[in-house]
């Protein structure tokens, strides 16, 4: 039979799945490697560990005979020179060096033509910025480079020796027209950056790829408006499908190319989602399980009796694009306990979603369903506050292996397997539970929400004294 793979090279490891063609996993394999900060702030990997945690991972898999799909890790810097060969440790989505680089490429170009060019506004973790970077800090490393991959590209550079990326990851880059699927001539000459250094781009059905986001929107069925993708991993995003190219006229959300030719997406990315539960623990209650923490959490009623979380813990991304904004608790007395800062929590994370989500709809996104994934997913506690706050029913699908799944269907697609995105989402996608949104909670919590919107402006300054 033949099989499929999804390749994910994620930020701490690459994880393998392979499925049939009508979307039952036959195998997963998982092969970590280490993040280096050699700075505050900064992130790097070597790419090599990439490659050889790729090897390790498909040597694995039951079958000689499979069709290969890779997903990755967005806006990662790969350099190489004239030979292929890396030139310094990539830099990663999280690396936060590059501030005075976005300054100056909104300044170069003007914020409103930044957006109008690439969709999106200038963010340390975008490749551009990096570059910049690199030609101001590493001129020696800078004048030797001739080739820029992102880290799955490099994956599947070694492997088949071709330079290329797929429309989705490359809108990632702020090097790329997302509107019209190409790399921008416009930024590339305002930047004083070589085209020729760029991998040869296709949409992500013929490259069998695409970023982490896209792919993981495709393994949950979010191809077509309407279904939106709400992931409640480390960080939260909610992605829509678009049916037409559209940029929030402050780049407030992400535009990207979707994973489906001829399709965009915008998505809204908070930076502490479960991280924000994961810290809770570490901080407040080191060595419990997480499911005894929920169940601190359900013992309170929705609003935790005005607890309020801002779960802004390292920065956030959307609505605020602002590195300095900080986490608080606000409303705290004397009968608050644990499991009021639990469910705190997990009500400040679904109000951090909400904001993106109206973002959205801002965009004239009509949001139908959402397909929920990530570890945060697991607790149905979590998924019904989401629910209730979002005003939107979550589903859940039978398969949550996430990006690598998506991957996988992909790579059905390049190889000729599925005839194109639907086949292979009507084939292997298939849903088995639903949570509704809480009547009885809804008012409870777009008040919750009103307040959970006046912190930020109301303590931002705060930070600045």
Known sequence: ??????????????????????????????????????????????????WRAAQAVIDRLPSREVRLGFSGQMHGLVCLDGRDRVLRPAILWNDQRTGAECAEIEERLGLERLIALTGNRALPGF??????????????????????????????????????????DASGTLLFDVAGRRWSDDVLDALEIPRE????????TEHGGAGDQQAAALGVGATEPGILSV???????????????AADPEARVHVFCHAVPGRWEAMGVMLSAAGSLRWLRDAFAPGARYEELIADAERWSPGAEGLTFLPYLQ????????????????????????????????????????????????????????????????SRLWLE???SVLGVPLE???????????????????SGVFGDVGEAVERCVRVRERVDPN????????????RFQALYPALRPLEET
Do not use: C, N
């Not at 393998?16 to 700075?39: F, K, M, N, Q």
């Not at 910049?132 to 001739?146: G, K, M, N, Q, S």
């Not at 009547?439 to 009103?450: Q, S």
């Open 1 to 50: 039979m033949t099989l499929l793979a999804g390749i994910d090279v994620g930020t701490t490891g690459v994880k393998a799945v392979a499925i049939t063609p009508d979307g039952e996993v036959v195998a997963t394999e998982e092969e970590g490697y280490p993040l280096s900060t050699p700075r505050p702030g900064w992130s790097e990997q070597d790419p090599e560990d990439w």
């Open 127 to 168: 490749t551009a910025p990096k570059l910049l970077w690199l030609r101001r800090h590493e001129p020696d490393v800078y004048a030797r480079i001739r080739r820029i991959l992102l880290p799955k590209d490099y994956v599947v550079f070694r492997l088949a020796g071709e330079h290329r990326i797929d429309v989705a």
């Open 197 to 204: 250094w760029l991998p040869e781009v296709s949409e992500s």
């Open 231 to 245: 992931v409640l991993g480390t960080s939260g995003v909610v992605l829509a499908p678009l049916p037409g190219y």
């Open 315 to 378: 920065g956030e991304r959307t609505p605020h694009a602002d590195p300095g904004a900080r986490g608080a608790f606000t409303g705290l007395s004397l009968r608050h306990d644990r499991g009021a800062l639990v469910r705190a929590t997990l009500e400040g994370v679904a109000y951090g979603l909400r904001d993106s989500l109206d973002l959205l709809r801002a965009l004239g996104v009509v949001p139908v369903v959402a397909r929920a994934s990530g570890g945060g997913a697991r």
């Open 385 to 387: 506050i989401v629910a």
């Open 396 to 414: 859940l699908t039978a398969v949550e292996e996430g990006s690598a799944y998506g991957a996988a269907l992909l790579g059905g697609v390049a």
């Open 439 to 450: 009547p009885a909670w809804l008012g409870v919590y777009e008040r919750g929400h009103a």
